[in-house]
């Protein structure tokens, strides 16, 4: 039986550190990196809050409002309603929504809304920290947006 040289078992293992080592310090498999962009679909609606159909639009010029509404703690929004169609979403707080119906809607921080159009109701802030809500109404030219109910 034929030995291996020295000269054999001192290149092989030089050859082969390349190899070995290569692999050990090949860098760990990369996570898939974040979405750049992220689309989430909050809500989308026939009907409002409450389970009414929403109105047609209207066909004279439209006009987009966007508000944001900060309801300190304990505070109550006087009784109104909305003459158009709208929705927003609860950004920090908790916010109670009753129609003069009775209808109850409890909303918290991230919960969408498309509000009642037409229906008279109010907020409360019934929690302990301002209610930020962001509120899109779709509406027109020259009309209002909210009305308040007289007393």
């Known amino acids: ?3 291996p040289s020295l000269r054999t078992l001192t290149v092989l293992p030089v050859f082969l550190l390349p190899v070995l080592f290569g692999c050990a310090s090949a860098p760990a498999q990369k996570e898939a990196p974040a979405q ?10 026939k009907t409002s809050w409450d389970g009414k159909l929403l109105p ?5 010029q439209p006009e987009i409002t966007i508000l944001r509404i900060s309801i ?4 109550r ?3 109104h309603h909305h003459p158009v169609i709208n929705a927003g979403v609860l ?15 409890h909303l918290k921080a991230g919960d969408p809304i498309v509000e009642t159009v037409n229906m008279v109701h109010y907020g409360v802030n019934d929690g302990t920290v301002p209610a930020d809500i962001i509120v899109v ?8 947006i909210t009305v308040v109910e007289k007393p």
């Open 1 to 3: 039986m034929k030995h």
């Open 36 to 45: 750049p962009i992220v689309a989430t679909k909050l809500v989308q609606s």
């Open 56 to 60: 047609a639009y209207p066909t004279t």
């Open 72 to 75: 300190a703690p304990g505070a």
């Open 77 to 79: 929004l006087p009784l």
């Open 91 to 105: 950004l920090t707080g908790q916010l109670k929504i009753e129609t003069v119906s009775g209808a109850v809607l």
């Open 137 to 144: 109404y779709a509406g027109t030219v020259d009309h209002p």
